[in-house]
């Protein structure tokens, strides 16, 4: 899921010109390009198998005990 902006960019069908702009902000400031890319890393290893077993089997464990 892309947060534009925050780990990405959402950029209109074939709308080349935002493209190019969005591409050349990322290579002209690299702090930037820095700060989106740490977001996206951490966005996408929110959907790794093992955090996603890990998260299933706590709501297991915790609908175990509840009843």
């Given at each position: 899921?892309?947060?534009?902006?925050?780990?990405?960019?959402?950029?209109?069908?074939?709308?080349?010109?935002?493209?190019?702009?969005?591409?050349?902000?990322?290579?002209?400031?690299?702090?930037?390009?820095?700060?989106?890319?740490?977001?996206?890393?951490?966005?996408?290893?929110s959907?790794?198998?093992?955090?996603?077993?890990?998260?299933?089997?706590?709501?297991?464990?915790?609908?175990?005990?509840?009843?």
């Amino acid at each position: 899921l892309m947060i534009d902006g925050v780990n990405g960019y959402i950029i209109a069908y074939q709308n080349t010109e935002s493209f190019v702009q969005k591409l050349l902000d990322l290579k002209s400031n690299t702090e930037l390009y820095n700060t989106i890319s740490q977001n996206a890393q951490k966005h996408a290893a929110s959907f790794d198998i093992k955090n996603y077993t890990e998260n299933l089997l706590a709501i297991y464990k915790k609908t175990q005990f509840d009843g």
